[in-house]
């Protein structure tokens, strides 16, 4: 018998296949998928702590814009040395110290039923409401309080919007709102990127003399007049609903304002 003659093993039937046939093209194309897939993975972990960094870097960038201190030409590291962050607890308005600010995630502390609460009234559409939160103080050069960064976050149209807002030391004052993070239709609801629509909420107020929140992100100015009123995004209804939504959430009972009493009463 002939060596072509001899049975042969499934390995050598399938190597004995034409190139095109179907069972080796499958192969190939597994193959590839696998071998790319591994690769891929490979880059994903050995990059991770590179992502990590880049996404603190481009945080703290946010928190200098919104303070209005960056300076591209600037390390960052060393411009956002000016900001003292803080653990804040919510219910009480009052800093803590039960955790290090150097490794505290915020929202860690909101996944985690031990530091955080489930929402039955949830206008910002979060579900889960972290009870601590980090906060930054901005001084001047006398060491008393210039600004206040404040982490915001809620949803809109299509995603979850994480951002900042600034506000003087009066508390009531805004200096700016700023998202670092969403995911709205391009356009549309991302316009909440857009410097000209981000520079409305220079000057606006939060509460009126009598302490009721009023700040509203509508199409239409609201009867407390136009010092708390920041025009609707064109053409992005639900994403403007969400901004609204969140930030008269965040700036309320259930969020900051037993800080911003505390703030206002010198007790900060």
Not at 43 to 63: E, W
Not at 97 to 118: E, H, K
Request: hydrophobic letters at 45%; one cysteine or more.
């Amino acid at each position: 018998m002939s060596e072509d003659q001899k049975p042969k093993g499934a390995i050598g039937r399938f190597l004995a296949l034409p190139p095109d046939s179907v069972p080796k093209t499958i192969f190939i194309a597994v193959s590839v998928c696998l071998v790319a897939s591994m690769i891929v993975s490979a880059a994903a972990v050995a990059l991770r702590p590179t992502q990590a960094v880049n996404a603190l870097k481009d945080k703290q960038i946010n928190i200098l814009q919104v303070a209005g201190i960056y300076d591209p030409n600037k390390d960052v590291l060393e411009s956002f040395a000016a900001f003292e962050p803080q653990i804040l607890e919510l219910a009480t308005g009052e800093f803590t110290d039960q955790f290090d600010v150097a490794t505290f995630d915020d929202r860690d502390a909101a996944d985690d039923p031990a530091t955080s609460v489930a929402l039955d009234d949830d206008p910002a559409g979060i579900g889960r409401q972290g009870k601590f939160v980090t906060v930054y103080l901005l001084r001047d050069d006398a060491g008393e309080i210039d600004k206040v960064i404040l982490p915001l976050h809620g949803y809109g149209l299509w995603s979850t919007l994480y951002g900042f807002i600034a506000l003087e030391e009066n508390g009531n004052d805004i200096f700016g709102l700023q998202f670092y993070e969403h995911a709205e239709t391009p356009g549309l609801g991302a316009e909440v990127d857009n410097p000209r629509w981000k520079a409305l909420w220079n000057g606006k107020k939060l509460a009126d003399e009598n302490g009721e929140l009023q700040i509203s992100v509508t199409k239409a100015v609201p009867a407390a007049g136009a010092d708390y009123h920041i025009d609707a995004l064109a053409g992005a209804t639900l994403t403007t609903v969400g901004v609204h939504n969140l930030v008269n959430f965040w700036m309320g009972e259930t969020g900051y304002q037993p800080f911003l009493d505390n703030l206002k009463a010198g007790g900060i």
